[in-house]
């Protein structure tokens, strides 16, 4: 019996995890993620859970130690924020290369510098290319949802790759709204037992994982590596749809908000889909063709479907909570537009960035912004496609 | 059970040959013998930091490793091996494995002094069982010789190069087995080669059967970096000890213990002469050099002493 | 089940790669010859062993094999020939050029 509550994200994201019941948990604190393993320890300390709850003194040494528990045969995970992933970059790598299938709970938060506690997204935007599959909440529901299905994802024989579960620092992880949750036997049975092919304690035989591969391997092996994240795109929709029986709550790649006939979109990730559905709304009660994507799926990044879902779009504005500093925008920008191009679409594409270090995003700004790319289509002309949203000037 | 050489000597080899480590190496010394800890027939996952050892033992398709092994990074082998444990506890707690495991993780003092110093320092506190083997050759070997926080005072080093305004690396080594020894685990313990590796392979015993946390320190000569003829290793390893460069000891449960007093303590030259590092402190000149050398082994040796004492 | 690694050479495609680059299975550096590091090789004069075993540890490529408390011949294809183990020897029962 699903069950009605009242929710932060981070508590969701920690219900999930108890229900999960992942053999190790290795967690290191930093605002915003904190509260997820503070939540899980209070499980840990009475008895709700079996997991190994290891209390580390970095986050590198969380996701090292994640990495161990996971190479060694434990379904394991950790959780973080900003700069503590940014510690764990180089780690993030070799999870992906030994094709570990671990999660991590992220609560996006702003890099230094200047050091900022509240949500952007230039955290995980500064791992997106370090093969793990990332997938973006926009409320405490989706984070949970997104929890639930992360290791069936991850585990599938065909991805066997690490996970990244997106939710947007304070906004998400700490507003308390209302969910469904799943009971505990439902989740359990949907996540199953985790069987490792291979793994260092397996009695039957030893394994040896992390070589040095010279030149004549190295690449072969990326490419290898790459074939998972092929796969990922349709274990993502197939977990989503088994997902979809038992709760009821149906998702995708990415979220199209009445796209039917829309002549302008935007396209975002995260907290800020709600506030831009908002103003879609408004404006559609105006009579104005307008509609929003809201990616789920950032990598493996669904470009194809996106170009496909943007095909009859006049002009789309892309809102990236990151800065790339290339001068042209920032990283979803990039990606869409490149997904543009390569379908030779004709819309106007303009990238805003928006909502750095927490900086609040409101409908009317959005309402500004669908208030341009009409102006872009009766012009028929995008000026200048790298633009920012709500700072000062 | 009493030590018995040949016994030890008998068990079956955990370090296959194969591996890519220079010729004359102390490194893989220092890792089969610490391997002949494990009793017969206990299953072990073997940890590692990036290092001459990883790249050298475990090259693409090739392993030199018998059992179950993990190389993660340079910076986190005590993490790593946490995670290991770690998971270890959670499948027998859910009654997924019947079998006994135990963890060593070797890593040399550049990845175990300097950059993974702090997920030592972690792993040891929280007190995983767990051994942490620092192949200890006081140096960036790897890499091409370059000074560590391990390396001796006055060591030719590539960057510490001696030259018209120096006279090789400024500053002592870290004492890090003391270091460890202030995190209060059950086992901390020092040595080399000497004595037909009776000292090694009992430390290494009580080290991996030792519940919860060891550390272990072994001096491991480098032919390259220290500059000495490669047959040499047994003589050089027995000077570092007569000298008491290299003392002998064990902290167990926060006693310290001394294992091994010299009859005559050595000068400190006798150790010094036999590698091309130090060659420069044998020139007209620099007497007041291994006079300081000196002064500061005594002074450790005299701590150790009265460490052992209490 | 244990890799075969005679499957992965240099030439090898990347399909035919082990997953996450892990190899199952222990001791594969055998098949890798570090003999042929070094033309100088110690000699063993059996007749002058006393199967002390002293030279048993200073090995760094394990290559003095023991059975039944007996060292055996020497693993030449994998020896580099460092020479550490002449000098362990107390009977003068293993040789080698250049090493006294």
Same mark, same amino acid.
């Given at each position: 019996?699903?069950?009605?509550?009242?929710?932060?994200?981070?508590?969701?994201?920690?219900?999930?995890?108890?229900?999960?019941?992942?053999?190790?948990?290795?967690?290191?604190?930093?605002?915003?993620?904190?509260?997820?393993?503070?939540?899980?320890?209070?499980?840990?300390?009475?008895?709700?859970?079996?997991?190994?709850?290891?209390?580390?003194?970095?986050?590198?040494?969380?996701?090292?130690?994640?990495?161990?528990?996971?190479?060694?045969?434990?379904?394991?995970?950790?959780?973080?924020?900003?700069?503590?992933?940014?510690?764990?970059?180089?780690?993030?790598?070799?999870?992906?290369?030994?094709?570990?299938?671990?999660?991590?709970?992220?609560?996006?938060?702003?890099?230094?510098?200047?050091?900022?506690?509240?949500?952007?997204?230039?955290?995980?935007?500064?791992?997106?290319?370090?093969?793990?599959?990332?997938?973006?909440?926009?409320?405490?529901?989706?984070?949970?949802?997104?929890?639930?299905?992360?290791?069936?994802?991850?585990?599938?024989?065909?991805?066997?790759?690490?996970?990244?579960?997106?939710?947007?620092?304070?906004?998400?992880?700490?507003?308390?709204?209302?969910?469904?949750?799943?009971?505990?036997?439902?989740?359990?049975?949907?996540?199953?037992?985790?069987?490792?092919?291979?793994?260092?304690?397996?009695?039957?035989?030893?394994?040896?994982?992390?070589?040095?591969?010279?030149?004549?391997?190295?690449?072969?092996?990326?490419?290898?590596?790459?074939?998972?994240?092929?796969?990922?795109?349709?274990?993502?929709?197939?977990?989503?749809?088994?997902?979809?029986?038992?709760?009821?709550?149906?998702?995708?790649?990415?979220?199209?908000?009445?796209?039917?006939?829309?002549?302008?979109?935007?396209?975002?990730?995260?907290?800020?889909?709600?506030?831009?559905?908002?103003?879609?709304?408004?404006?559609?009660?105006?009579?104005?063709?307008?509609?929003?994507?809201?990616?789920?799926?950032?990598?493996?990044?669904?470009?194809?479907?996106?170009?496909?879902?943007?095909?009859?779009?006049?002009?789309?504005?892309?809102?990236?909570?990151?800065?790339?500093?290339?001068?042209?925008?920032?990283?979803?920008?990039?990606?869409?537009?490149?997904?543009?191009?390569?379908?030779?679409?004709?819309?106007?594409?303009?990238?805003?960035?928006?909502?750095?270090?927490?900086?609040?995003?409101?409908?009317?700004?959005?309402?500004?912004?669908?208030?341009?790319?009409?102006?872009?289509?009766?012009?028929?002309?995008?000026?200048?496609?790298?633009?920012?949203?709500?700072?000062?000037? | 059970?009493?030590?018995?050489?040949?016994?030890?000597?008998?068990?079956?080899?955990?370090?296959?040959?194969?591996?890519?480590?220079?010729?004359?190496?102390?490194?893989?010394?220092?890792?089969?013998?610490?391997?002949?800890?494990?009793?017969?027939?206990?299953?072990?996952?073997?940890?590692?930091?990036?290092?001459?050892?990883?790249?050298?033992?475990?090259?693409?398709?090739?392993?030199?490793?018998?059992?179950?092994?993990?190389?993660?990074?340079?910076?986190?082998?005590?993490?790593?091996?946490?995670?290991?444990?770690?998971?270890?506890?959670?499948?027998?707690?859910?009654?997924?494995?019947?079998?006994?495991?135990?963890?060593?993780?070797?890593?040399?003092?550049?990845?175990?002094?300097?950059?993974?110093?702090?997920?030592?320092?972690?792993?040891?506190?929280?007190?995983?069982?767990?051994?942490?083997?620092?192949?200890?050759?006081?140096?960036?070997?790897?890499?091409?010789?370059?000074?560590?926080?391990?390396?001796?005072?006055?060591?030719?080093?590539?960057?510490?190069?001696?030259?018209?305004?120096?006279?090789?690396?400024?500053?002592?080594?870290?004492?890090?087995?003391?270091?460890?020894?202030?995190?209060?685990?059950?086992?901390?313990?020092?040595?080399?080669?000497?004595?037909?590796?009776?000292?090694?392979?009992?430390?290494?015993?009580?080290?991996?059967?030792?519940?919860?946390?060891?550390?272990?320190?072994?001096?491991?000569?480098?032919?390259?970096?220290?500059?000495?003829?490669?047959?040499?290793?047994?003589?050089?390893? *027995?000077?570092?000890?007569?000298?008491?460069?290299?003392?002998?000891?064990?902290?167990?449960?926060? *006693?310290?213990?001394?294992?091994?007093?010299?009859?005559?303590?050595?000068?400190?030259?006798?150790?010094?002469?036999?590698?091309?590092?130090?060659?420069?402190?044998?020139?007209?000149?620099?007497?007041?050099?291994?006079?300081?050398?000196?002064?500061?082994?005594?002074?450790?040796?005299?701590?150790?002493?009265?460490?052992?004492?209490? | 089940?244990?890799?075969?690694?005679?499957?992965?050479?240099?030439?090898?495609?990347?399909?035919?790669?082990?997953?996450?680059?892990?190899?199952?299975?222990?001791?594969?550096?055998?098949?890798?010859?570090?003999?042929?590091?070094?033309?100088?090789?110690?000699?063993?004069?059996?007749?002058?062993?006393?199967?002390?075993?002293?030279?048993?540890?200073?090995?760094?490529?394990?290559?003095?094999?023991?059975?039944?408390?007996?060292?055996?011949?020497?693993?030449?294809?994998?020896?580099?020939?460092?020479?550490?183990?002449?000098?362990?020897?107390?009977?003068?029962?293993?040789?080698?050029?250049?090493?006294?």
């Amino acid at each position: 019996m699903a069950k009605r509550e009242r929710l932060s994200g981070n508590e969701a994201v920690a219900i999930a995890l108890r229900q999960i019941n992942p053999d190790v948990f290795p967690a290191f604190p930093i605002t915003p993620s904190t509260e997820i393993p503070q939540y899980f320890s209070t499980f840990v300390a009475n008895g709700q859970v079996d997991t190994e709850f290891i209390p580390v003194e970095s986050e590198h040494s969380s996701m090292s130690a994640t990495i161990g528990a996971s190479a060694a045969g434990a379904r394991a995970l950790t959780a973080t924020s900003s700069c503590g992933l940014a510690y764990m970059w180089e780690e993030l790598y070799i999870a992906a290369s030994n094709r570990l299938p671990l999660a991590l709970a992220l609560v996006n938060r702003a890099l230094s510098g200047p050091i900022n506690i509240n949500c952007d997204h230039s955290d995980s935007m500064g791992a997106r290319d370090a093969g793990w599959i990332q997938i973006y909440a926009e409320n405490n529901q989706e984070a949970y949802d997104n929890m639930v299905q992360a290791f069936r994802i991850a585990e599938h024989k065909d991805v066997r790759l690490p996970i990244m579960i997106c939710q947007d620092g304070f906004i998400t992880s700490h507003a308390v709204e209302n969910i469904e949750l799943l009971d505990d036997d439902t989740v359990k049975n949907f996540v199953g037992e985790y069987e490792p092919e291979n793994y260092l304690l397996n009695p039957k035989e030893t394994m040896a994982v992390g070589p040095y591969a010279i030149t004549d391997y190295y690449m072969e092996a990326k490419r290898n590596q790459a074939e998972g994240m092929k796969h990922a795109v349709d274990v993502v929709k197939v977990i989503a749809k088994e997902f979809a029986t038992i709760s009821g709550r149906e998702y995708g790649l990415f979220e199209e908000y009445r796209m039917e006939d829309a002549e302008t979109a935007i396209v975002i990730i995260g907290s800020a889909a709600g506030t831009a559905k908002d103003a879609v709304d408004a404006l559609r009660e105006k009579g104005e063709k307008v509609g929003l994507i809201k990616i789920r799926l950032y990598r493996p990044f669904p470009a194809d479907e996106l170009a496909q879902a943007l095909q009859n779009v006049k002009a789309v504005a892309i809102m990236d909570r990151a800065e790339g500093y290339t001068n042209h925008g920032g990283p979803l920008g990039a990606d869409v537009m490149s997904a543009l191009y390569r379908a030779k679409a004709q819309a106007f594409a303009v990238n805003y960035i928006y909502g750095l270090g927490g900086r609040d995003v409101r409908v009317e700004d959005i309402e500004g912004v669908f208030e341009t790319l009409k102006q872009i289509v009766a012009d028929g002309d995008a000026g200048e496609t790298y633009r920012y949203l709500g700072v000062r000037e | 059970m009493a030590y018995n050489f040949k016994e030890t000597m008998n068990k079956p080899e955990r370090l296959a040959p194969g591996h890519r480590m220079c010729a004359g190496c102390g490194g893989t010394i220092a890792v089969r013998n610490v391997l002949r800890g494990l009793h017969e027939g206990d299953k072990a996952v073997i940890g590692n930091a990036t290092g001459c050892l990883e790249v050298s033992t475990f090259t693409y398709p090739y392993t030199a490793w018998e059992d179950s092994y993990i190389h993660n990074a340079f910076e986190n082998a005590g993490a790593t091996m946490s995670g290991v444990e770690g998971a270890y506890n959670a499948l027998k707690r859910k009654g997924k494995l019947d079998e006994t495991y135990k963890f060593i993780t070797f890593g040399g003092d550049g990845g175990t002094y300097d950059i993974g110093f702090q997920s030592l320092s972690g792993a040891m506190e929280r007190n995983h069982d767990m051994v942490y083997v620092c192949y200890d050759n006081g140096a960036y070997m790897n890499t091409g010789i370059q000074r560590s926080s391990a390396t001796p005072m006055y060591a030719d080093t590539t960057t510490t190069p001696v030259g018209s305004e120096s006279n090789g690396k400024p500053q002592n080594r870290k004492d890090l087995a003391a270091v460890i020894a202030a995190h209060d685990i059950p086992y901390v313990a020092q040595t080399t080669f000497v004595q037909n590796f009776k000292d090694l392979h009992i430390k290494s015993e009580k080290a991996i059967y030792t519940p919860g946390a060891a550390f272990l320190n072994i001096m491991a000569p480098c032919p390259r970096g220290w500059r000495y003829d490669a047959p040499d290793i047994m003589e050089i390893c *027995k000077l570092g000890v007569e000298t008491c460069y290299w003392p002998l000891f064990e902290v167990v449960e926060g *006693k310290w213990i001394l294992n091994y007093e010299p009859k005559k303590k050595l000068p400190i030259e006798e150790f010094l002469c036999k590698q091309g590092r130090f060659k420069h402190l044998f020139k007209k000149g620099n007497e007041h050099l291994i006079e300081a050398f000196q002064k500061e082994v005594d002074r450790r040796w005299e701590e150790l002493q009265f460490r052992c004492s209490k | 089940m244990a890799t075969d690694i005679k499957n992965l050479g240099v030439k090898t495609k990347w399909q035919d790669l082990t997953e996450g680059m892990i190899i199952v299975g222990s001791g594969t550096s055998k098949d890798f010859n570090t003999g042929e590091w070094s033309s100088v090789k110690p000699e063993f004069i059996e007749e002058k062993c006393k199967q002390c075993l002293l030279c048993v540890p200073v090995c760094p490529d394990s290559c003095i094999p023991v059975k039944d408390m007996k060292r055996g011949a020497f693993d030449l294809e994998h020896c580099k020939g460092c020479g550490i183990c002449v000098k362990s020897c107390p009977f003068g029962a293993i040789t080698m050029e250049g090493v006294k």
